[in-house]
């Protein structure tokens, strides 16, 4: 049986503009602002957690 790795957390977030550190303390990654773009998600480069605006969120574009 082959070890599968577990699919990437996913957030629902209700701003564009979010922030993630993997959440781990020292065991996290350094702290990284991502923006979700019109696919209407974004994932982390480091742990792979996936953000997922919410439905009917309002835009922070300016």
Do not use: N
């Given at each position: 049986?082959?070890n599968?790795?577990?699919?990437?957390?996913?957030?629902?977030v209700s701003?564009?503009r979010?922030?993630?550190?993997?959440?781990?303390?020292?065991?996290?990654?350094p702290r990284i602002w991502?923006?979700i773009d019109?696919r209407?998600?974004?994932d982390c480069?480091?742990?792979?957690?996936?953000?997922?605006?919410?439905e009917?969120?309002v835009?922070?574009?300016?």
């Open positions: 049986m082959r599968v790795p577990p699919p990437p957390e996913i957030r629902t701003s564009r979010v922030a993630c550190d993997g959440d781990e303390g020292a065991l996290g990654h991502l923006e019109a209407g998600f974004v480069p480091y742990c792979d957690r996936r953000f997922i605006l919410a009917g969120a835009s922070d574009a300016h």
